[in-house]
């Protein structure tokens, strides 16, 4: 089954412990990008990666680092994390084409909360 | 940026109504999708409908892009169609970013 798969679903930490949500899609796709979403706010863009080691930021990135040594993985580290990165994160994949992408695929999303 | 506005914020129905979503856009876009967000978060992509009208289903979406606007409807409610309905536009940036609307909350009571 295509799918974009995130872990873990839920996660509690506290102020400063490092930790990584994982990615990874099974659809062969160059575009992957990583956003929160947050009340009021809606989602927003942290990251993207275009292909293999070519990373870039989205709208909101501070706090936040990316790698993507393989095509089919994308982790987002939260080298120190404060409690305004509380929010639900979701992965996303796609296919990028000449004309764009060619629609985004969602994971399941993280919800985090940093205590 | 680009704008992206859903109506109506908020739709109650019966099971078995039917009903409309929009969304509106402020500028020409490569990409447009309708996503339904379940109560346990998350997002379920209905369509990729840049443009045309598909059908899967009860859900059928019609956008129109030189009118900068899409639709989607919603016939024979139940209550697993829930949720929040969020429209997304990428209008061709170099990061490919989707701008979501604010969402139409369904609640389809039994």
């Known amino acids: 089954e295509a799918q974009v798969t995130q872990n873990p679903r839920y996660l509690i930490t506290v102020t400063g412990k490092k930790l990584t949500v994982t990615c990874s899609q099974n659809?062969?796709?160059?575009?992957m990008s990583w956003y929160r979403q947050d009340p009021g706010l809606g989602l927003r863009q942290i990251y993207y990666?275009?292909?293999?080691?070519?990373?870039d930021k989205g709208d909101v990135p501070e706090g936040y680092k990316v790698s993507r040594k393989e095509k089919r993985n994308f982790p987002l580290i939260l080298e120190s994390p404060s409690p305004n990165q509380t929010s639900l994160y979701f992965c996303?994949?796609?296919?990028?084409?000449?004309?764009?992408?060619?629609?985004?695929?969602f994971g399941s999303g993280t919800r985090l909360t940093v205590v | 940026g680009i704008q992206v506005e859903q109506s109506p914020p908020d739709l109650i129905l019966q099971e078995g109504a039917n009903s409309t979503l929009r969304c509106n856009f402020s500028?020409?876009?490569?990409?447009l999708q309708w996503f339904h967000q379940n109560p346990w978060g998350q997002l379920i992509n209905l369509f990729y409908?840049?443009?045309g009208t598909k059908q899967n289903g009860r859900l059928s979406a019609t956008t129109v892009a030189t009118e900068r606007y899409s639709l989607l409807y919603i016939s024979s409610s139940q209550t697993t169609d829930s949720g929040v309905y969020f429209c997304?536009?990428?209008?061709?940036?170099?990061?490919?970013?989707?701008?979501f609307g604010k969402g139409t909350l369904l609640t389809v009571n039994p």
């Open positions: 500028d020409s876009v490569n990409n």
């Open positions: 996303a994949s796609s296919l990028l084409t000449g004309g764009g992408i060619y629609g985004y695929t």
């Open positions: 409908i840049p443009s």
């Open positions: 997304a536009v990428d209008s061709g940036g170099s990061n490919y970013k989707l701008t």
């Open positions: 990666s275009m292909n293999v080691e070519v990373t």
């Open positions: 659809m062969n796709h160059e575009y």
